[in-house]
């Protein structure tokens, strides 16, 4: 078969989807490109040094404001990121995409807000970066899920949740922060709590699976059928049924 030269071009574009760190400065040497060759970029696998150098030319054309397609060029960042599969990106990397999710975060719309929010979920951040989503949670809900769903324990964030949930600040995501305070409370310090609000903070806490299903146990008489179904079968825990069963006093 006869090819010409852009079938050529088109075969050597995609050789950067198995040679990214290698092919990348010359098929994308600005962030312009990346919004020409969105298509191909969308399609490449998780790489740290991919997301690296894609978010290397981000964060410089915002920092020194060039125009560009914003928008899109995250969300060609997004659609690698999703691919990690379990793997961290390098602290280098996660300091660039927190530094555009920082520049972008408060003033962006709605919808570019959740993309920017997935470039750095479940991402540990330094101190610096912390500190910025403490000094600045109440002017976005977007800090506050960061915060709420850090992907480790950290006792600067423990400390914010604390207060907030001392303060009767943030009530309806308390069972959430209640799951942040279990990484360093005993379960008895939230007896008064609804048993359902306490059940979901264990279920949304960070303890093992065999410790969730042990906590629910002790809540079971507190909780409706549907409730205690629920947290069985997302656990895989009959046990659950079976305490209920135990405890019931049927009519």
């Not at 006869?2 to 050597?12: A, F, G, H, P, Q």
């Not at 740290?48 to 899109?72: E, H, M, P, W």
């Not at 960061?146 to 950290?154: E, I, K, T």
């Not at 656990?235 to 659950?240: G, T």
Request: include cysteine; charge should be negative.
């Amino acid at each position: 078969m006869e090819r010409d030269l852009e079938d050529r071009l088109y075969l050597e574009e995609a050789l950067a989807l198995f040679e990214p760190p290698e092919r990348l400065p010359a098929l994308v040497p600005s962030v312009r490109e990346i919004y020409s060759r969105r298509h191909l970029l969308r399609q490449m696998p998780f790489d740290d040094r991919t997301v690296a150098y894609l978010a290397g030319l981000v964060r410089t054309a915002l920092d020194t404001s060039q125009r560009f397609r914003v928008f899109d060029c995250l969300k060609v960042l997004k659609a690698i990121i999703v691919k990690e599969n379990g793997h961290r990106l390098s602290p280098t990397t996660v300091r660039d995409l927190f530094a555009i999710y920082r520049q972008l975060i408060l003033s962006a719309r709605e919808e570019m807000q959740w993309c920017l929010s997935r470039l750095v979920k479940d991402q540990e951040l330094d101190d610096a970066d912390v500190s910025w989503l403490l000094s600045h949670w109440e002017e976005s809900e977007h800090l506050v899920n960061r915060l709420l769903l850090y992907p480790v324990r950290n006792p600067v964030i423990s400390t914010w949740a604390r207060e907030r949930y001392d303060r009767a600040e943030l009530s309806d995501r308390k069972s959430e922060l209640i799951a942040r305070l279990l990484e360093v409370d005993d379960l008895a310090a939230f007896r008064n709590e609804d048993p359902t609000t306490l059940a979901w903070a264990v279920f949304r806490s960070r303890r093992t699976r065999d410790s969730k299903i042990s906590a629910l146990t002790t809540l079971v008489s507190g909780l409706r059928c549907e409730t205690i179904v629920d947290f069985a079968i997302r656990l895989d825990a009959p046990e659950l049924i079976r305490e209920a069963l135990t405890e019931a006093d049927f009519a």
